[in-house]
């Protein structure tokens, strides 16, 4: 994923690999043209040193709710709240670059970035800058209130460099497009590429009314985010359906639902790929999934905060990155109804390439006219489409 952070509210996100690419295309009727945008990334990360001890804390699952929607329950004195942000922005001064030259991972300008961030999300709609006002009164015993015990400040943060724990995972939730959704352990982080997917979507149904009123699928949904992303952009138009095997996914996505009031536009499902859509063959407006697709020798590389926490089921696609991939390519015709629209995250032109070779020479019957086009750098089109069945 890109190393650089986004403006204004987003927050950052891991690296999973150095490329990737949305690949995407229609059923026609007729034969309708449709893009492929690959990206090269570049990755950033680092590693700590020994960190002043903390008050222990024995470790418990995280909760479902997120840190920010939790209620204020906690009290504590500036005084004592400014000792822990002391404390967390000194550990994570001391990273420097270790972690980004080890993997890839986080800077200390970055931690101090998140350390800012999770202040904001502990403090009950609190100005930070209250604090620094009661200590230049000299009045640091004021009482603030939190959502999150100082104690449990100081275990999350020891988490955060110790055991390279995700952010995300931290403070509960990914800031998304314009969604903050709910993420805990057992499911991937959404990462701005894919709302690459969403994006396209919203440029098709904006010329297919077919398409708007259809039914749509989100294939491996995780948190729900792209599910979430096209239901709000169908508006009153169409419905979704988000599958997922993980049982943990499933009820993330479906508190994600829930908090987005689209209960009613979106259907989580339970299952594998297309055991979950049973009875809707060839009735699918639209298929799109961000699936596995890391090499399985490449998953001991990635990014401490990825390879560590973030679930394998989500990230493996087998010995060369393609297993779920060759089996949504081998899936998809049956699935899409005519004029259909099928678009997937890939690790980039190479496997892209090995889709559109294997498209063209395995199932001739059903897809025709690929052409690759060069953009410019780290940018690929593809013009792809099926034939009429």
Not at 11 to 34: E, G, Y
Not at 372 to 379: L, N, P, Q, R
Request: glycine share 8%.
């Amino acid at each position: 994923m890109k190393p650089s952070l986004r403006p204004s509210f987003t927050r950052p996100w891991p690296c999973i690999a150095s490329n990737f690419s949305t690949f995407f295309f229609q059923l026609p009727t007729p034969l309708t043209h449709a893009r492929n945008i690959t990206q090269i990334r570049h990755r950033h990360i680092h590693s700590s040193p020994s960190p002043p001890p903390p008050p222990q804390l024995a470790s418990s699952p995280p909760p479902l709710l997120p840190l920010f929607l939790r209620p204020p329950e906690y009290t504590t004195t500036v005084s004592d709240l400014l000792e822990w942000h002391s404390w967390a922005k000194s550990l994570a001064a001391s990273i420097g670059s270790s972690f980004e030259d080890s993997d890839n991972g986080p800077d200390s300008t970055l931690l101090c970035r998140e350390l800012n961030w999770l202040m904001e999300d502990v403090l009950d709609g609190s100005d930070p800058s209250l604090m620094h006002k009661a200590v230049a009164r000299d009045d640091p015993d004021t009482i603030i209130s939190l959502k999150a015990d100082v104690q449990e400040l100081y275990s999350l943060w020891k988490q955060r460099i110790d055991e390279r724990r995700p952010f995300q995972y931290i403070v509960g939730c990914q800031h998304w497009r314009d969604l903050i959704l709910c993420v805990r352990e057992g499911v991937l982080i959404p990462r701005p590429e894919t709302e690459i997917i969403v994006e396209l979507v919203g440029d098709v149904i904006s010329k297919d009314e077919g398409l708007r009123e259809g039914l749509w699928a989100d294939l491996g949904t995780g948190s729900g985010a792209i599910a979430i992303g096209i239901a709000k952009i169908l508006g009153n138009y169409g419905r979704v359906i988000a599958t997922d095997l993980n049982p943990v996914a499933v009820q993330v996505a479906s508190f994600n639902v829930e908090r987005y009031s689209l209960q009613d536009k979106i259907e989580v499902r339970e299952g594998s790929w297309w055991e979950p859509l049973k009875g809707v063959e060839g009735k699918v407006a639209g298929l799109v999934s961000n699936p596995p697709y890391i090499p399985s020798d490449d998953i001991s590389g990635l990014q401490a905060e990825v390879g560590r926490h973030e679930p394998r089921l989500a990230l493996d696609g087998g010995a060369e990155g393609m297993d779920d991939l060759l089996h949504l390519c081998n899936g998809a015709a049956s699935m899409l109804k005519p004029g259909g629209f099928f678009a997937f995250e890939t690790n980039g032109e190479k496997q892209c390439k090995f889709l559109v070779d294997y498209m063209q020479n395995q199932l001739p019957g059903s897809f025709c006219n690929v052409n690759t086009v060069s953009d410019f750098a780290g940018i690929l089109r593809f013009v792809t489409g099926f034939r009429n069945r």
